[in-house]
């Protein structure tokens, strides 16, 4: 069982629609979950941070963690076609000796 | 406020040849990374740096990589000899320690092997 999953995509959905993302990982004692953006050919980029049970939300993005079910997950609100990117999820915790394990992305695409 | 540096952004060597990349953290970052990311494949941590000292370099090829990471600020990581098989992004990322541990990313480096 890889340390953190999530499907692959390509997840389409059409422009403003609420696109979801969704990860899982395998150490429960994990602290912090982060969701990354990365466009093609570019390094990642920080989208949203989330440390405890429940929903974040910063401007259309929400982050959800399920700390019982292992699972984050990121909702897009009124998708953009700039919103089209790889979506990289990543855990952080003292048993990857609080390093940063990161999942293979799911790539997004918003169509006009 | 500048972000992480990185230099190169490209650089295309033969096979056997070394090749060094570079990195300035952004400015009171203690915590320094190196990921190397694989196409369609999530970074994978080659070490990891508190100020001056490597406090995880447990997958770091160690009989060809080598990092350094003098007065716990810049770093320097090197291949030597590189393989075809090293041809990927390689990534420096930089954080603050303290409850958030927001980890923010340089451009990388795009190396390709021949």
């Known amino acids: 069982q890889k340390e953190v999953e999530q499907n692959s995509g390509p997840l389409s959905v059409p422009e403003g629609a609420i696109a979801s993302l969704n990860c899982t990982y395998s150490d429960r004692g994990s602290q912090s979950f982060f969701w990354y953006r990365q466009y093609s050919g570019k390094s990642p980029e920080l989208i949203m941070s989330?440390?405890?049970?429940g929903d974040k939300e910063d401007g259309r993005f929400t982050a959800q963690l399920n700390k019982a079910s292992q699972y984050v997950s990121l909702l897009i609100r009124d998708s953009q076609p700039s919103d089209s990117a790889t979506y990289l999820c990543a855990v952080r915790g003292d048993n990857y000796g609080q390093n940063f394990v990161f999942g293979p992305g799911t790539r997004l695409s918003v169509l006009p | 406020e500048a972000g992480v540096v990185q230099s190169p952004r490209y650089k295309i060597i033969e096979k056997k040849q070394p090749v060094a990349f570079w990195c300035n953290p952004i400015s009171g970052h203690n915590t320094l990374y190196w990921y190397r990311q694989n196409l369609g494949q999530g970074p994978e941590l080659l070490i990891r740096y508190e100020n001056e000292e490597a406090v995880d370099d447990s997958q770091l090829p160690k009989d060809r990589f080598s990092a350094e990471r003098l007065k716990g600020v810049d770093s320097t990581l090197k291949i030597q000899p590189a393989e075809l098989g090293d041809s990927a992004v390689y990534l420096c990322?930089?954080?603050?320690?303290?409850?958030?541990?927001?980890?923010?990313f340089g451009p990388g480096t795009r190396l390709t092997v021949t």
């Open positions: 989330i440390y405890s049970n």
């Open positions: 990322a930089s954080s603050l320690a303290g409850a958030t541990y927001e980890q923010y």
